[in-house]
């Protein structure tokens, strides 16, 4: 697609569900990066896929928070018994690939726990 | 600990006014700096990319300069409008990692009033 495609927009869910937040990355883009941008806070590193590489997961909260890349391209933001702290909206990048410093944006989807 | 921190937090201008948005940080090794503009809701749009020996780089109304001696970074925007209002996010890179890990900071609130 034209750009970095994120679903849903917004998501509402009880405290203690499980969500699924997706991305799309720019076709042809290897690396794919997960943000968090909680309210008043800057964005937060989550994790980092590249190629066929093994993740970079340091940025994950918590072992509620995991993420898969399937096939390279699409990717998938799971948190599984969401909390009210974990409200934030969540950004995904993707950009050409390592040394390539073109990064593009999603327009993030903003996570409610209630 | 790499840090970006960002001045002022808000910034409250007239339009046709001029303006200068600061950034200072700590990450080391340095590899390239960003400035993104972000609307309310959408997803983080590049201004300019700098590397270590650009000193200085315009985007249209946007002059973004560098000295990395002294870690710092400003944006300048010139004959703002109100289009302009929108949170400003400088991002720096580090080049000890190979995954390019991006640091954030916590962006200036620019509003243009008519």
């Known amino acids: 697609g034209a750009g970095v495609s994120q679903s849903p927009s917004n998501k509402v869910t009880e405290k203690g569900k499980d969500v699924e937040l997706r991305c799309d990355p720019i076709?042809?883009?290897?690396?794919l990066y997960w943000y968090r941008q909680s309210l008043g806070q800057g964005l937060e590193f989550l994790i980092y896929f590249q190629g066929n590489s093994a993740p970079d997961k340091s940025g994950l909260p918590s072992d509620r928070f995991s993420a898969e890349r399937t096939g390279g391209s699409v990717s998938t933001l799971t948190i599984q018994r969401t909390q009210q702290e974990d409200s934030a909206v969540y950004l995904c990048a993707s950009s050409p690939g390592q040394g390539i410093w073109s990064y593009t944006f999603g327009s993030g989807t903003r996570l409610t726990v209630v | 600990k790499n840090q970006v921190e960002q001045s002022p937090q808000s910034l409250i201008i007239l339009e046709g006014k001029n303006c200068t948005l600061q950034c200072n940080y700590t990450v080391s090794p340095f590899s390239n700096l960003r400035w993104y503009k972000q609307d309310t809701g959408r997803g983080p749009v590049s201004l300019t990319i700098?590397?270590?020996?650009?000193n200085t780089k315009s985007n249209g109304r946007y002059t973004a300069t560098l000295d990395a001696d002294t870690k710092q970074s400003s944006l300048h925007i010139t004959a703002s409008q109100l289009s302009d209002s929108a949170s400003y996010i400088c991002?720096?890179?580090?080049?000890?990692?190979?995954?390019?890990?991006?640091?954030f900071g916590r962006g200036t609130q620019l509003t243009v009033w008519p």
């Open positions: 700098m590397t270590f020996s650009e």
């Open positions: 991002v720096v890179s580090d080049r000890g990692s190979t995954l390019g890990r991006l640091y």
């Open positions: 076709s042809g883009h290897t690396a």
